[in-house]
């Protein structure tokens, strides 16, 4: 009848509504709680960008020094610096958010997947960005100056420097949640564990090429980064294996 259909039509606009509204309040939670943290970790911009600075400061020739270009550089790349910062430091509060949004509409199965693997995901990508940190920045930069040919002074620009370290963070961060990746991609059903296995060949030859794509052009920051995703590429596989059942049983349907 019509007036159940308009009855019908009007639940779902507000069905949708509410949702639209849950989503702006999660949205409003998550740059509140990234604000906040962005106003604690201001202050300490500077020190910030000194400490990230030491890998290659540590590694230049005695007298060379950072230097600044363009005349905001030394008020916008620390900032940049800050604002990266926060939204790492943020991140499990922006990620817990999308949760809240997205979890009631899952199984519980589901959801008992998911949160093992958005923790997984966090995890990986944080250990990324330590790794680039603390093992590749200063292999890199140690490569770099002892390359550089004589009678060049080796003065590096803030904001070309930030830009590239962010570039490494990101790269590696990224390329650290392989194994998520897979055990999503056996969870959708689209490979298997056995498929996974039999294209390792293929998939080193992809890792090789992508670190020579997305690292900088020396050996060394790409043995750093392949190296870690062959191995990652293992524990994804691995993973893979132990979540495989459970993948199948989820599919079979809500209650079973």
Partial sequence: MPGNA??????????????????RSRLLRALAGFALVLAGVLP?????????????????????QLIAVEVASPFFAPLKLAVFVAMLVSMPWLLYQLWAFVAPGLYKREQRLAM????SALVLFYAGCAFAFFVVLP??????TAV??????????INAYLDFVLVIFLAFGISFELPVALVILVLLGWVTPAQ???????????????????????VISQLMLAVPMILLYEAGIWAARMLSPNAVDARAGPDA
């Fill in 139 to 144: 292999s890199v930069f140690g490569f770099l």
């Fill in 116 to 119: 093992p693997l958005l923790l």
């Fill in 6 to 23: 308009d009855h019908d039509r009007g639940g779902e606009d507000s069905h949708l509504f509410d949702h639209l509204l849950e989503l």
């Fill in 44 to 64: 300490f911009a500077n020190r910030l960008y000194a400490r990230l600075a030491q890998p290659l400061i540590d590694k230049l020739p005695e007298g060379a």
């Fill in 196 to 218: 996974l296995r039999e294209a390792r060949g293929y998939a080193i030859v992809g890792i090789f090429v992508l670190a020579a794509i997305i690292t900088p052009p020396d």
């Fill in 148 to 157: 550089t040919p004589d009678g060049v002074a080796m003065m590096t620009d």
